[in-house]
């Protein structure tokens, strides 16, 4: 069975940083790209990164662009989120997928492969 599996989420103090990983089982990691997207209470899930399969472009949604950083390591079947300078507006819960979509100010970019995996999310509270 197909299963990605999220951690690293906490509670951290506004101007600190996390780093969020999403670990793949069931299926060939490196045969898809990888999406985060985050959810808001009350709100549709917003993607914010995206990485291709084989880690060569990554593209992120303007409001975590030179924050946030996604990486892969296919070998180990794992994907990274690293988050820098969190403020009390990225309180979110966090999600990974297969599927990447991402509006930016360069336009609108998604991935929707034939198999969509999510995993069950992590919760990320910044708060002093």
């Known amino acids: 069975q197909e299963r990605l599996v999220e951690s690293g989420g906490g509670l951290v103090q506004p101007g600190g940083s996390l780093r969020l990983s999403c670990v793949a089982s069931?299926?060939?990691?490196?045969?898809?790209?990888v999406g985060w997207f985050r959810q808001f209470p009350g709100r549709q899930r917003e993607g914010i990164a995206c990485?291709?399969?084989?880690?060569?472009?990554?593209t992120y949604a303007d409001s975590v662009k030179y924050r946030f950083t996604i990486s892969r390591d296919n070998v180990h079947k794992i994907v990274h989120l690293q988050m820098t300078s969190l403020e009390p507006e990225d309180t979110a819960v966090y999600f990974c997928?297969?599927?990447?979509?991402?509006?930016?100010?360069?336009?609108?970019?998604?991935?929707?492969?034939?198999?969509?995996?999510w995993g069950q999310g992590t919760q990320v509270t910044a708060s002093s």
């Open positions: 997928s297969t599927k990447c979509k991402i509006r930016n100010s360069l336009g609108s970019y998604e991935i929707t492969p034939h198999t969509i995996v």
């Open positions: 069931g299926f060939n990691l490196e045969e898809f790209a």
């Open positions: 990485i291709t399969d084989d880690g060569e472009v990554k």
